[in-house]
């Protein structure tokens, strides 16, 4: 049966999913797996291992596939004068699109569980010989994604050599203390050597143990202060009520990538550089 649980929801996942693949060797088989969640009211689908197997694998790269379509229409939205969080808003009003799929301005996806069904099924393609050039480019385009903020930051402050960078969240994503398949830290590894210094504060994180070249604050006024920029890397609700005015007084460049599209407008002080995902920047 293809697990299909989210980091922060598993057990309301668990207890109450929205439809349950069963795959199963034979009828037995199959008989006993729907006795065993007879108690759990919702739509069960029946099928042979291999095929669930795939379903698996086939939906979180469905998903990747529009977080990858996702980042492109954005890039393509900030060069047009266009919104992306409009675009997108009016792509999931169209009845033949999920209004819960992931279209959103963003940074792509991490190297968790979308990445690595999306790796499973190039594997598999490579295997037994069948072309994925869908596949290949959602990989592809995902990659060059991970550059974003590091390209932003180039743009607005030069070389990056000397350069502290504040991020502001570390978590894969805001309500959860998990820093596993955190996009954030992929993206720190590849400023490292570059920029001059990386701090970085979270709600949910009091200790970086076994990660190296981050500087952990306790709060966002210690992980702004003397910073030439601010990532806002995970949307913590938190962050949205920041007085910002304070926080850019502090730093050596005010500099702000918004890239979770986190912040208000009416929050970002008028002599900031903003930069956010999918919308016209350096405000």
């Known amino acids: ?16 999913p929205e439809r349950l693949v069963i795959g199963a060797s034979g009828k037995d088989a199959e008989k006993a797996a729907q006795m065993l969640f ?15 197997e795939m379903a698996k ?14 980042g492109e229409i954005s890039d393509l939205c900030e060069g047009s004068g266009a919104d992306a969080r409009q675009v997108m808003a009016a792509l999931l ?12 301005p963003g940074l792509g996806f991490g ?16 295997e037994k010989g069948t072309p994925t050039p869908v596949l290949d480019a959602a990989y592809s385009a995902n990659q060059h ?14 070389s990056l050599s000397g350069k502290t960078i504040a991020f502001f969240g570390l978590t894969y994503k805001p309500n959860t203390d998990t820093l596993r398949r955190s996009l954030a830290l992929e993206i720190i590894g590849g400023l490292k050597g570059e920029a001059g210094g990386i701090r970085a504060y979270d709600p949910a994180i009091k200790t970086l143990a076994g990660i190296q070249g981050i500087t952990l604050c306790h709060s966002a006024e210690e992980c702004a202060k003397g910073a030439d920029a601010i990532v806002i890397s995970t949307a913590w609700s938190e962050f949205a009520l920041l007085d910002y005015g304070k926080l850019c007084a502090n730093m050596r460049t005010p500099v702000i990538i918004d890239s979770r599209n986190a912040l208000p407008s009416s929050s970002i002080p008028g002599k900031v550089k903003y930069y956010g995902v999918g919308v016209s920047n350096g405000v």
């Open 111 to 126: 190297g968790g569980t979308l990445a690595r069904d999306l790796q499973s099924l190039r594997a598999a393609g490579k």
């Open 93 to 104: 009003s169209e009845p033949r699109v999920s209004p819960s799929a992931p279209l959103m």
């Open 1 to 16: 049966m293809p697990e299909n649980l989210r980091l922060g929801s598993a057990i309301s996942d668990f207890m109450s």
């Open 145 to 158: 994604r991970k550059n974003y903020v590091k390209d932003r930051l180039r743009q607005a402050l030069g």
């Open 57 to 70: 694998h086939a939906m979180n790269s469905y998903l990747a596939l529009l977080i990858s379509f996702s």
């Open 38 to 52: 007879e108690h759990v009211n919702c739509r069960k689908m029946s099928m042979s291992l291999e095929s669930a």
